[in-house]
């Protein structure tokens, strides 16, 4: 069992550009998650997903975008690329909406 | 008022020692609760959960719930150095309705802990 799984582990974006942050879990689980961690501050939800094809916005969406086609996969879509969106993302799962989440190792991007 | 608040660290304790971490949440409708622990670089990891009043032991880790206090707090006992990090609560608060409830996650700031030898 990988657990969650997410890549690539670091990335720099010019402003501007694109990328997608990939989120895969291999424990079945039906509820999928996206954070943002932001240098000495707390985790912040940007997008949920409880099952394929069902997505909805946490409490920082704007700017990124998200889709769920599969129970294991979970991409994180940034169109244009701002400084405000240097931070760490890390992916979430869990089993149920009140289950214990567990994370991947993270993404640490860095817009300049 | 914060909707989950650890206590104010950065809290140090000899090797060998109990530490104690605390938490306090404001919504009484939570329902899960958890201790992470994030080492400076990593992912948060999942050390403990607990769903219902009393304490719950695993190892050297014993966490306490009192819902109508609305308190959590962690023990670690035997600290050891490799036991430094960042403990962050967590509190979970279902939301949303239907098909689309979710569990929300809320992360109280963390504590740091460091053990010294």
């Known amino acids: ?112 | 008022q914060k909707e989950v608040e650890q206590n104010s660290g950065p809290l140090s304790v000899p090797e060998g020692a109990i530490a104690s971490l605390n938490c306090t949440y404001s919504d009484r409708g939570s329902q899960s609760f958890f201790w992470y622990r994030q080492y400076s670089g990593k992912s948060p990891e999942l050390i403990m959960f607990i769903y219902s009043n009393g304490d719950k032991e695993d190892g050297r880790f014993t966490a306490q719930l009192n819902k109508a206090s609305q308190y959590v707090s962690l023990l670690i006992r035997d600290s050891q150095p490799s036991d430094s990090a960042t403990y962050l609560c967590a509190v979970t608060m279902l939301l949303g309705a239907g098909g689309t409830s979710y569990g929300k996650l809320t992360f109280g700031q963390g504590t740091i802990l460091t053990v010294h030898p």
């Open chain 1, 1 to 112: 069992n990988a657990g969650v799984t997410q890549t690539p582990k670091f990335r720099i974006l010019k402003i501007g550009q694109s990328m997608t942050l990939q989120c895969t879990q291999d424990m079945n689980h039906n509820y999928m998650y996206w954070y943002r961690q932001d240098p000495g501050m707390g985790l912040k939800l940007i997008y949920y997903s409880v099952g394929a094809g069902i997505t909805d916005k946490g409490e920082v969406p704007n700017g990124y975008n998200v889709s769920r086609s599969t129970t294991e996969d979970f991409p994180l879509r940034l169109e244009l690329a701002a400084p405000s969106q240097t931070s760490v993302y890390f992916c979430a799962s869990s089993y149920g909406e009140r289950g214990e989440q567990y994370f991947g190792p993270g993404t640490r991007l860095t817009v300049t």
